[in-house]
């Protein structure tokens, strides 16, 4: 019902910066939930930052005042701007979004999440 496609990722040195653009097609007008996921080898999926359908926004505390999530609905696309990048932050990040209502986008488990992008690498190197 909805596809996502991610762009955008590649490898900058710390604390550069870098867009990504997740472009939905389908019947996005369903969802509630999109936003951005992350997970580096070895570790669990986590949260980066989401927007409700009511406008809300949150963002995982290791990323607030570095990134920024916003959305083009003429062009149906979400974009996730970073900057003062971490090697941290090192991971696959992946756009999704749910088609169930929660409360809040971010502490929901991501599993709860329907649809997936193919994710996009994202490397920093000190």
């Known amino acids: 019902q909805v596809q996502l496609v991610e762009s955008g990722g590649g490898s900058v040195q710390a604390g550069g910066s870098l867009r990504l653009s997740c472009a939905a097609s389908g019947h996005t007008s369903s969802t509630y939930c999109v936003g951005w996921f992350r997970q580096a080898p070895g570790k669990e999926r986590e949260g980066v930052a989401t927007?409700?359908?009511?406008?809300?926004?949150t963002y995982a505390d290791s990323v607030k005042g570095r990134f920024t999530t916003s959305q083009d609905n003429a062009k149906n696309t979400l974009y996730l701007q970073m900057s003062s990048l971490k090697p941290e932050d090192t991971a696959m990040y992946y756009c999704?979004?749910?088609?169930?209502?929660?409360?809040?986008?971010?502490?929901?488990?991501?599993?709860?999440?329907?649809?997936w992008g193919q994710g996009t690498q994202v490397t920093v190197s000190a």
């Open positions: 999704a979004a749910s088609v169930g209502w929660f409360y809040s986008c971010i502490d929901t488990h991501w599993s709860n999440y329907a649809y």
């Open positions: 927007i409700r359908n009511d406008g809300q926004v």
